[in-house]
Protein backbone atom coordinates (compact mmCIF):
# COMPACT_ATOMS: atom_id res chain seq x y z
CA UNK A 1 0.00 0.00 0.00
CA UNK A 2 1.31 3.42 -1.23
CA UNK A 3 0.78 6.87 0.85
CA UNK A 4 -2.81 6.98 -0.14
CA UNK A 5 -5.22 4.78 -0.98
CA UNK A 6 -7.73 6.19 -3.28
CA UNK A 7 -11.35 4.57 -4.42
CA UNK A 8 -12.98 6.07 -7.26
CA UNK A 9 -16.50 5.80 -8.73
CA UNK A 10 -17.24 8.05 -11.28
CA UNK A 11 -20.61 6.01 -11.88
CA UNK A 12 -21.57 2.45 -11.32
CA UNK A 13 -24.59 2.75 -12.74
CA UNK A 14 -26.23 1.51 -10.00
CA UNK A 15 -28.54 5.04 -9.27
CA UNK A 16 -25.39 6.13 -6.47
CA UNK A 17 -23.41 9.20 -6.24
CA UNK A 18 -20.00 9.54 -7.41
CA UNK A 19 -17.55 9.74 -5.07
CA UNK A 20 -14.07 9.23 -4.30
CA UNK A 21 -12.82 7.55 -0.88
CA UNK A 22 -9.30 8.97 -0.23
CA UNK A 23 -7.23 7.23 2.67
CA UNK A 24 -4.48 8.60 4.03
CA UNK A 25 -2.55 7.83 7.19
CA UNK A 26 -0.07 10.66 7.86
CA UNK A 27 1.01 8.37 11.35
CA UNK A 28 1.17 5.14 9.10
CA UNK A 29 0.28 5.60 5.90
CA UNK A 30 1.10 2.07 5.19
CA UNK A 31 -1.84 1.04 6.94
CA UNK A 32 -4.28 3.21 7.66
CA UNK A 33 -7.32 2.76 9.08
CA UNK A 34 -10.47 4.58 8.04
CA UNK A 35 -14.57 4.55 9.28
CA UNK A 36 -16.95 5.65 7.71
CA UNK A 37 -20.24 6.18 9.78
CA UNK A 38 -24.01 7.41 9.72
CA UNK A 39 -26.87 8.47 11.66
CA UNK A 40 -29.69 5.88 11.66
CA UNK A 41 -32.15 8.74 12.63
CA UNK A 42 -30.94 10.51 9.18
CA UNK A 43 -32.55 7.84 7.03
CA UNK A 44 -31.80 9.60 3.58
CA UNK A 45 -28.00 9.59 4.34
CA UNK A 46 -28.16 5.97 5.58
CA UNK A 47 -29.22 4.10 2.97
CA UNK A 48 -26.33 5.89 0.57
CA UNK A 49 -23.83 5.75 3.48
CA UNK A 50 -24.34 1.72 3.77
CA UNK A 51 -23.62 1.93 -0.07
CA UNK A 52 -20.59 3.44 -0.01
CA UNK A 53 -18.38 0.22 -0.79
CA UNK A 54 -21.28 -1.76 -2.73
CA UNK A 55 -19.55 -0.85 -6.13
CA UNK A 56 -16.58 -2.75 -5.35
CA UNK A 57 -18.34 -5.86 -4.86
CA UNK A 58 -20.42 -5.89 -7.95
CA UNK A 59 -19.01 -7.90 -10.89
CA UNK A 60 -19.19 -4.54 -13.26
CA UNK A 61 -20.03 -0.94 -13.69
CA UNK A 62 -22.59 -1.09 -16.14
CA UNK A 63 -21.34 3.04 -16.82
CA UNK A 64 -18.16 5.34 -15.71
CA UNK A 65 -15.30 3.84 -13.77
CA UNK A 66 -14.49 2.18 -10.50
CA UNK A 67 -10.36 2.31 -10.20
CA UNK A 68 -8.74 1.07 -6.74
CA UNK A 69 -5.07 2.81 -5.95
CA UNK A 70 -4.95 3.96 -9.27
CA UNK A 71 -5.42 0.85 -10.59
CA UNK A 72 -8.60 0.78 -13.45
CA UNK A 73 -11.02 -2.73 -11.46
CA UNK A 74 -14.05 -1.81 -13.42
CA UNK A 75 -15.97 -0.07 -16.78
CA UNK A 76 -18.57 -0.94 -19.20
CA UNK A 77 -15.59 -1.97 -21.27
CA UNK A 78 -13.34 -3.88 -19.02
CA UNK A 79 -13.48 -5.99 -16.20
CA UNK A 80 -10.43 -6.74 -13.63
CA UNK A 81 -10.99 -10.08 -12.10
CA UNK A 82 -12.35 -10.21 -8.02
CA UNK A 83 -9.16 -12.31 -7.28
CA UNK A 84 -6.98 -9.44 -9.14
CA UNK A 85 -8.49 -6.95 -6.99
CA UNK A 86 -6.25 -7.66 -3.70
CA UNK A 87 -9.60 -6.47 -1.39
CA UNK A 88 -11.53 -8.23 1.29
CA UNK A 89 -14.84 -8.19 1.67
CA UNK A 90 -16.77 -8.84 5.27
CA UNK A 91 -20.51 -8.34 5.03
CA UNK A 92 -23.59 -7.96 7.11
CA UNK A 93 -23.97 -11.24 6.75
CA UNK A 94 -21.58 -14.16 7.10
CA UNK A 95 -22.14 -15.69 3.56
CA UNK A 96 -20.07 -18.86 3.95
CA UNK A 97 -20.19 -21.78 1.89
CA UNK A 98 -23.16 -24.28 3.32
CA UNK A 99 -21.00 -27.23 1.45
CA UNK A 100 -17.82 -26.61 3.02
CA UNK A 101 -16.82 -26.64 6.42
CA UNK A 102 -14.88 -24.03 8.31
CA UNK A 103 -11.89 -24.68 7.23
CA UNK A 104 -12.48 -25.63 3.72
CA UNK A 105 -14.23 -22.30 4.08
CA UNK A 106 -10.65 -20.58 5.02
CA UNK A 107 -8.68 -22.17 3.07
CA UNK A 108 -10.79 -21.14 -0.66
CA UNK A 109 -9.06 -18.19 -1.07
CA UNK A 110 -5.54 -20.20 -0.83
CA UNK A 111 -5.62 -22.29 -3.45
CA UNK A 112 -2.28 -20.77 -5.12
CA UNK A 113 -0.30 -21.79 -2.19
CA UNK A 114 1.72 -25.15 -1.39
CA UNK A 115 -0.05 -27.10 0.85
CA UNK A 116 2.19 -26.93 3.57
CA UNK A 117 1.91 -22.43 3.50
CA UNK A 118 -2.01 -23.76 3.36
CA UNK A 119 -2.11 -25.47 6.21
CA UNK A 120 0.13 -23.06 8.45
CA UNK A 121 -1.60 -20.06 7.42
CA UNK A 122 -4.54 -22.18 8.54
CA UNK A 123 -3.64 -23.00 11.56
CA UNK A 124 -2.16 -19.39 12.80
CA UNK A 125 -5.88 -17.78 11.65
CA UNK A 126 -7.79 -20.17 13.48
CA UNK A 127 -5.57 -19.87 16.42
CA UNK A 128 -5.84 -15.93 16.43
CA UNK A 129 -9.48 -16.27 16.47
CA UNK A 130 -9.66 -19.17 18.88
CA UNK A 131 -12.04 -21.19 16.85
CA UNK A 132 -9.33 -24.20 16.34
CA UNK A 133 -11.74 -26.60 17.50
CA UNK A 134 -14.72 -25.50 15.05
CA UNK A 135 -12.62 -26.43 11.77
CA UNK A 136 -14.51 -29.57 10.83
CA UNK A 137 -17.70 -28.48 11.15
CA UNK A 138 -20.06 -26.50 8.61
CA UNK A 139 -22.01 -23.25 8.98
CA UNK A 140 -25.22 -24.87 10.33
CA UNK A 141 -23.53 -25.99 13.09
CA UNK A 142 -21.64 -23.28 14.30
CA UNK A 143 -23.21 -20.12 16.20
CA UNK A 144 -23.97 -16.31 14.45
CA UNK A 145 -20.82 -15.32 16.47
CA UNK A 146 -18.73 -17.73 15.40
CA UNK A 147 -19.95 -17.45 11.57
CA UNK A 148 -18.53 -13.87 11.80
CA UNK A 149 -14.94 -15.05 12.69
CA UNK A 150 -14.82 -17.14 9.89
CA UNK A 151 -16.30 -14.56 7.19
CA UNK A 152 -13.13 -12.47 8.75
CA UNK A 153 -10.68 -15.22 8.55
CA UNK A 154 -11.38 -15.76 5.13
CA UNK A 155 -11.45 -12.74 3.55
CA UNK A 156 -7.95 -12.03 5.47
CA UNK A 157 -6.69 -15.60 4.12
CA UNK A 158 -5.24 -14.84 1.16
CA UNK A 159 -3.79 -11.33 2.86
CA UNK A 160 -5.36 -8.36 0.99
CA UNK A 161 -4.19 -4.87 0.40
CA UNK A 162 -7.35 -4.01 1.30
CA UNK A 163 -9.92 -4.94 3.67
CA UNK A 164 -13.91 -3.45 3.05
CA UNK A 165 -16.41 -4.18 6.04
CA UNK A 166 -20.30 -3.46 5.73
CA UNK A 167 -21.49 -3.27 8.81
CA UNK A 168 -19.99 -7.02 10.24
CA UNK A 169 -21.37 -6.47 14.15
CA UNK A 170 -25.38 -5.43 13.19
CA UNK A 171 -26.54 -8.75 13.70
CA UNK A 172 -24.65 -9.66 16.76
CA UNK A 173 -25.33 -9.20 20.58
CA UNK A 174 -23.20 -6.78 22.54
CA UNK A 175 -21.09 -9.30 24.27
CA UNK A 176 -20.36 -10.68 20.60
CA UNK A 177 -20.29 -7.44 19.27
CA UNK A 178 -16.86 -6.39 21.49
CA UNK A 179 -15.50 -10.18 21.05
CA UNK A 180 -15.41 -9.46 17.43
CA UNK A 181 -14.35 -5.71 18.00
CA UNK A 182 -11.16 -7.60 19.85
CA UNK A 183 -10.42 -9.65 17.22
CA UNK A 184 -10.49 -7.41 14.64
CA UNK A 185 -8.09 -5.17 16.41
CA UNK A 186 -6.18 -8.01 17.33
CA UNK A 187 -5.93 -9.04 13.13
CA UNK A 188 -5.30 -5.43 12.21
CA UNK A 189 -2.59 -5.07 14.67
CA UNK A 190 -1.10 -8.41 12.40
CA UNK A 191 -1.78 -8.15 9.54
CA UNK A 192 -0.73 -5.66 6.39
CA UNK A 193 -4.11 -4.54 5.77
CA UNK A 194 -5.71 -1.23 4.90
CA UNK A 195 -9.14 -1.20 6.50
CA UNK A 196 -11.99 0.52 5.76
CA UNK A 197 -15.04 -0.11 8.14
CA UNK A 198 -18.77 1.25 7.26
CA UNK A 199 -20.84 0.96 10.29
CA UNK A 200 -23.85 3.67 11.88
CA UNK A 201 -22.41 2.98 15.58
CA UNK A 202 -20.28 5.66 16.72
CA UNK A 203 -19.45 3.39 19.59
CA UNK A 204 -17.97 0.99 17.38
CA UNK A 205 -16.26 3.62 15.05
CA UNK A 206 -14.32 4.68 18.32
CA UNK A 207 -12.48 1.68 19.24
CA UNK A 208 -11.33 0.37 15.87
CA UNK A 209 -10.47 3.56 13.84
CA UNK A 210 -7.96 6.02 13.78
CA UNK A 211 -10.53 9.07 11.62
CA UNK A 212 -14.08 8.43 11.26
CA UNK A 213 -15.90 10.08 8.66
CA UNK A 214 -19.63 10.73 7.58
CA UNK A 215 -20.81 9.66 4.00
CA UNK A 216 -23.31 12.82 2.43
CA UNK A 217 -24.08 13.87 -0.30
CA UNK A 218 -21.25 11.71 -2.28
CA UNK A 219 -18.57 13.36 0.10
CA UNK A 220 -16.13 11.75 2.99
CA UNK A 221 -16.64 14.30 5.82
CA UNK A 222 -14.08 14.18 8.45
CA UNK A 223 -15.91 13.68 12.20
CA UNK A 224 -13.13 13.33 14.19
CA UNK A 225 -9.53 11.50 14.70
CA UNK A 226 -9.58 9.08 17.65
CA UNK A 227 -6.23 7.33 18.92
CA UNK A 228 -5.43 4.37 17.37
CA UNK A 229 -6.10 0.54 18.99
CA UNK A 230 -3.75 -0.22 20.74
CA UNK A 231 -1.06 3.23 20.62
CA UNK A 232 -0.89 2.21 17.01
CA UNK A 233 -2.42 2.58 13.60
Known sequence: VGDEVTIRVTSSGLGLPKYTLSIQDQNDPENPILVST????????AEEEVN??????IVSAEEGEITIAGRLASSPDYLLAPSERSIGFVFQSPALWPHMTVRENILFGLWNLPGSAREDRLID???TAHISHLAHRYPHEISGGEAQRVALLRAIAPRPRHLL??????NLDDDLREAMISLIITIMDQEDISLVYVSHRRDETDQIADRSYLFRDGALREVSAVPAPGGSS
Not at 165 to 170: C, G, H, I, R, T
Open 38 to 45: GEREEEEN
Open 165 to 170: MDEPLS
Open 125 to 127: LLN
Open 52 to 57: TLAPLA
